[in-house]
């Protein structure tokens, strides 16, 4: 009877259940903990200028919507909404009842994948599993299909994948939906398709409280390793859900001259993740680097493809992947 009683005020109000059911976090003040996460970002935050958010306006609106009589929910809200105009798939709040995140990355663009396709029509029944890798020849040209950057990759499934395709005419590599992950799997990967030690990018760290200030670029290299390597053509399919370790993928990737990346724009994400708690136990993180080409560019917003390919929506209604398509014949 006390449980239907208790329900019956959950349905009566909403937010005074929320209440109930969501415990106050820690002796910290809502003001307290909106204060201390705003002056965090303020000071290790690596994009202000880059993305030329104005973080004092940002504070100006936010502030004032922060009660001490607030609940939790209330608060996290404004303090996600807050994060949202960084406008970056790298910054979340997580609390018990929520994760806050900015996906207009890839939202705003055509998926530009359909694995349902690309299983029945291309990899269909005869394809290997080698580790993470989906993986069969097309028309005289290898396919790989690596979804996450998370899923380890050993020196024995790359080797593999090597010496498979050595025959072929070329190699499709797509990692469209793939979120990222693990950089030790990008550069175990890529000590394949390198034969010297390759610069493809430079890092750049906050140094100090100061929003412009960053340490010198740091370049990074991609060495040889293992006693395979494939230099004969590859493409590098791509869409805007590319993201984070995948960014740095295409980017290496990128420098190599028997590459070319087809598709749509990476969807960016090229700063290392900074982590920290709140007093009332929610965490954070949000990116303390950034990422640049050889060349200075910043890849914060993506890597644009040598080839634009959007899949048809005709091609797709009669199975057929117009970019896998693409890839294929400028291999063949």
Same mark, same amino acid.
């Given at each position: ?35 201390? =996460? ?95 890798? =989906? ?115 295409? *980017?290496?990737?990128?420098? =190599? ?20 708690? *709140? ?12 990422? *640049? ?37 400028? *291999?063949?």
């Amino acid at each position: 009877m006390r449980r239907f009683v208790f329900l019956l005020l959950c349905i009566a109000s909403l937010t005074g259940c929320e209440q109930v059911l969501i415990p106050t976090d820690g002796d910290a003040t809502p003001v307290e903990n909106f204060e201390q =996460l705003w002056h965090t970002v303020n000071e290790k935050y690596s994009f202000f200028g880059f993305k030329q958010v104005d973080w004092d306006s940002v504070y100006a609106v936010y502030r004032p919507q922060v009660k001490n009589d607030m609940n939790v929910v209330e608060l996290f809200d404004v303090m996600a909404d807050m994060l949202f105009t960084l406008r970056d798939g790298h910054v979340n709040l997580r609390s018990q009842f929520d994760v806050s995140r900015n996906f207009d990355w890839y939202l705003n663009a055509p998926p530009n994948f359909n694995y349902d396709i690309v299983e029945r029509n291309y990899l269909r029944d005869d394809y290997r599993i080698t580790g993470p890798f =989906l993986n069969t020849a097309i028309d005289s040209v290898g396919y790989v299909y690596y979804g996450s950057f998370s899923s380890s990759v050993s020196e024995f499934h790359i080797d593999f994948i090597v010496n498979r395709f050595q025959n072929a005419k070329g190699l499709i590599f797509d990692v469209r939906n793939n979120g990222g992950g693990s950089l030790s799997n990008v550069r175990r990967i890529m000590s394949r398709f390198v034969k010297e030690k390759t610069l493809y990018a430079y890092w750049i760290y906050k140094s100090g409280p100061g929003r412009n200030e960053f340490s010198e670029p740091i370049p990074q290299y991609i060495e040889p390793e293992g006693d395979y390597r494939y230099e004969k053509p590859v493409v590098i399919l791509t869409n805007r859900q590319c993201f984070s370790a995948t960014n740095d993928f295409v *980017l290496a990737m990128s420098a =190599l001259p028997n590459v070319t990346i087809v598709g749509d724009t990476t969807g960016g994400g090229g700063g290392l993740p900074y982590h920290g708690e *709140l007093p009332n136990g929610w965490t954070y993180r949000f990116s303390v680097t950034s990422t *640049l080409t050889p060349e200075g560019e910043n890849v914060e917003f993506g890597i644009p493809p040598d080839v634009r390919v959007d899949i048809r929506a005709a091609d797709a209604q009669r199975g057929r992947d117009t970019m896998l398509d693409r890839a294929i014949d400028l *291999l063949q």
